[in-house]
T-cell receptor
Framework: EAGVAQSPRYKIIEKRQSVAFWCNPISGHATLYWYQQILGQGPKLLIQFQNNGVVDDSQLPKDRFSAERLKGVDSTLKIQPAKLEDSAVYLC???????????FGSGTRLTVV | GDSVTQMEGPVTLSEEAFLTINCTYTATGYPSLFWYVQYPGEGLQLLLKATKADDKGSNKGFEATYRKETTSFHLEKGSVQVSDSAVYFCALTSGSRLTFGEGTQLTVNP
């Protein structure tokens, strides 16, 4: 089966600019996650979708971050405006069953200068 | 809330040495436990998992046993290879959220 697709792989922007990341999960996976991984740290959950509904966005900085999953398939994560501390790898994952496990994409590495 | 604590790295070993990376957790209910591996420049890959107490997960020579009494899920490998150099993350799910530890960097020298 095809894996979780993410784009772009890399992005460099200046602070206060906006940026968007795209994720296409594994076909049939109802649950989609966005994680932020700062260098040297473990991934931190930003938002979880079940189909096209938000299940958990408690750790999403809603003043600058937004995400949507229209039609319950692919998803977009946006940052506007970006800050230096947003420099990180943004990982998308999908799952059909939490016991079986989660499949991660290769991530988007964001550098804010 | 749920949390995962891993031994601090980095860990540097010679090829064919024995590896242990400690992982302990705090969770409500009965979590499933995972080890993920991240090779340089790549995404996270599931290495092994265990879903209930006393289960042993294994893959590619790595093993970890779900110990409910000590709330631990230590990763072990009897003989590491240079190709095992990566960052290893312990994680758990309790509910639907996957919570990660901070990761342990492993470097294996020839």
């Amino acid at each position: 089966e095809a894996g979780v697709a993410q784009s772009p792989r890399y992005k460099i922007i200046e602070k206060r600019q906006s940026v968007a990341f795209w994720c296409n999960p594994i076909s049939g996976h109802a649950t989609l996650y966005w994680y932020q991984q700062i260098l040297g740290q473990g991934p931190k959950l930003l938002i979880q979708f079940q189909n096209n509904g938000v299940v958990d966005d408690s750790q999403l900085p809603k003043d600058r971050f937004s995400a949507e999953r229209l039609k319950g398939v692919d998803s977009t994560l946006k940052i506007q405006p970006a800050k230096l501390e947003d420099s990180a790898v943004y990982l998308c994952a999908s799952s059909s069953n939490r016991v079986i496990g989660y499949t991660f994409g290769s991530g988007t590495r964001l550098t804010v200068v | 809330g749920d949390s995962v604590t891993q031994m601090e790295g980095p860990v540097t070993l010679s090829e064919e040495a024995f590896l242990t990376i400690n992982c302990t957790y705090t969770a409500t209910g009965y979590p499933s436990l995972f080890w993920y591996v991240q090779y340089p420049g790549e995404g996270l890959q599931l290495l092994l998992k265990a879903t209930k107490a006393d289960d042993k997960g294994s893959n590619k020579g790595f093993e970890a046993t779900y110990r409910k009494e000590t709330t631990s899920f230590h990763l072990e490998k009897g003989s590491v290879q240079v190709s095992d150099s990566a960052v290893y993350f312990c994680a758990l799910t309790s509910g639907s959220r996957l919570t990660f530890g901070e990761g342990t960097q492993l470097t294996v020298n020839p």
